[in-house]
């Protein structure tokens, strides 16, 4: 039978502070009605002043290495999806590395935004392709509020942290990943962006959106993908038991949803209690619906996701 690389446990993190809207609402021109009728959000994870995104990562990473019951010096490929790294270099991969005390293996960053998880999906999918013996961690993981405008409500109500990770294993019990389909277009960079960086001004910058726009090429991306996944994968997209999108907001979700013909319950939704983690939102929700008995050995998975660029991806998964 055919090998595939196929996620053999799961793990998340979320730091403990919970900001909800009205809190939130203390401090920013907005309200609880506002943020739920705009977004779907209630509430948001943020990291301490002491965590780091290798910190997050990293308590994800031991939670899905022990749901795969696998120990930390068999891990050969790390690859770490975010926006927000420790430091412009060394990769934050290297540091969660180290933090689990792997001596030895490939390690490094991959920065495609909230489509960070689905592009080092398919990376790491490419990479035990070639080397079936590798065991890989794959992490999303974000401090995505240090990047936000706390004086621009039309985009710090819709952010939060944490961390999502997934290891990999080559089997060949008919699991695994099926097929993996990635995008961009850097055309559309200025409708989603951060206005700063070390070789433009030197700073970190802000988060710069331009929502309607977004939300018009989201739905219609991300829904073009599921469809070429699915045909890549040999499925139609009715067949899928489960999809787990990027959670961004609950109207793109919605939106995609109806392009699609998906019945809701088909979705899985935490945007409301984690808000857009950017590329920590995939794993997240994926570990969220595998811990709670939703997904299942068996099920038809699809991940699917858009971030800033543009870019965005999906993967199939037999379960």
Same mark, same amino acid.
């Not at 979320?14 to 506002?34: C, F, G, H, Q």
């Not at 990999?168 to 960086?197: C, F, K, M, N, P």
């Not at 710069?208 to 469809?227: F, I, S, T």
């Given at each position: 039978?055919? *090998?595939?690389a196929?996620?053999?446990g799961?793990?998340?993190y979320?730091p403990?502070r919970?900001?909800?809207?009205e809190?939130?609402a203390?401090t ?7 943020i739920?009728?705009?977004?779907g959000? *209630?509430?948001r994870?943020?990291a301490?002043?002491?965590e780091k ?6 308590i994800?990473a031991?939670r899905?290495?022990?749901?795969a ?22 990769a934050?991969?290297l ?8 001596l ?7 920065q ?5 998880f689905?592009?080092?999906l398919s ?5 035990l ?13 974000e401090?995505f ?13 819709l952010?939060?942290?944490?961390a999502g990770?997934v290891v ?6 008919g ?9 961009a277009d850097g055309?559309?960079g200025e409708?989603l962006?951060v206005?700063g ?18 939300? *018009?090429?989201?739905v219609?991306?991300?829904a073009g993908?599921?469809?070429e996944?699915?045909?890549?994968a040999?499925?139609?997209v009715?067949?899928?038991d489960?999809?787990v ?7 793109i979700?919605?939106g995609t ?8 319950d088909?979705?899985?939704v935490t945007?409301?209690?984690?808000a857009?983690?950017s590329?920590a939102?995939?794993p997240?929700?994926?570990d969220q619906?595998?811990r709670?008995?939703?997904i ?12 800033g660029g543009?870019t965005?991806g ?5 379960w």
């Amino acid at each position: 039978m055919t *090998r595939r690389a196929a996620i053999i446990g799961t793990g998340s993190y979320l730091p403990e502070r919970i900001v909800s809207n009205e809190e939130l609402a203390k401090t920013v021109a907005t309200s609880d009605d506002w943020i739920v009728e705009r977004t779907g959000i *209630r509430n948001r994870h943020i990291a301490s002043d002491n965590e780091k995104t290798s910190d997050l990562a990293t308590i994800a990473a031991r939670r899905a290495l022990e749901a795969a019951g696998i120990a930390p010096c068999a891990v050969g490929l790390i690859v770490l999806a975010t926006t927000t790294p420790d430091q412009t270099f060394p990769a934050t991969a290297l540091q969660v590395q180290a933090n689990l005390g792997i001596l030895d293996c490939v390690a490094f960053d991959v920065q495609a935004v909230c489509s960070g998880f689905i592009y080092a999906l398919s990376v790491a999918d490419a990479m035990l392709c070639r080397n079936p013996d590798l065991v890989a961690l794959v992490i999303g993981a974000e401090t995505f509020t240090r990047l936000l405008d706390w004086d621009d409500r039309s985009t710090c109500v819709l952010f939060g942290d944490g961390a999502g990770a997934v290891v990999l294993q080559s089997r060949s019990d008919g699991s695994g990943i099926l097929a993996t389909r990635l995008h961009a277009d850097g055309r559309y960079g200025e409708l989603l962006h951060v206005d700063g960086g070390p070789s433009s001004t030197g700073t970190v910058g802000k988060v710069r959106m331009k929502g309607r726009e977004v939300y *018009r090429h989201a739905v219609v991306n991300l829904a073009g993908v599921l469809d070429e996944v699915a045909t890549a994968a040999g499925v139609e997209v009715a067949q899928f038991d489960w999809i787990v999108p990027h959670q961004a907001n609950l109207r793109i979700l919605e939106g995609t949803a109806k392009k699609l013909g998906l019945h809701s319950d088909k979705v899985v939704v935490t945007v409301d209690q984690h808000a857009n983690t950017s590329a920590a939102s995939v794993p997240l929700a994926l570990d969220q619906a595998v811990r709670d008995g939703r997904i299942v050995p068996g099920d038809l998975v699809a991940l699917q996701a858009m971030g800033g660029g543009f870019t965005w991806g999906a993967a199939a998964i037999r379960w």
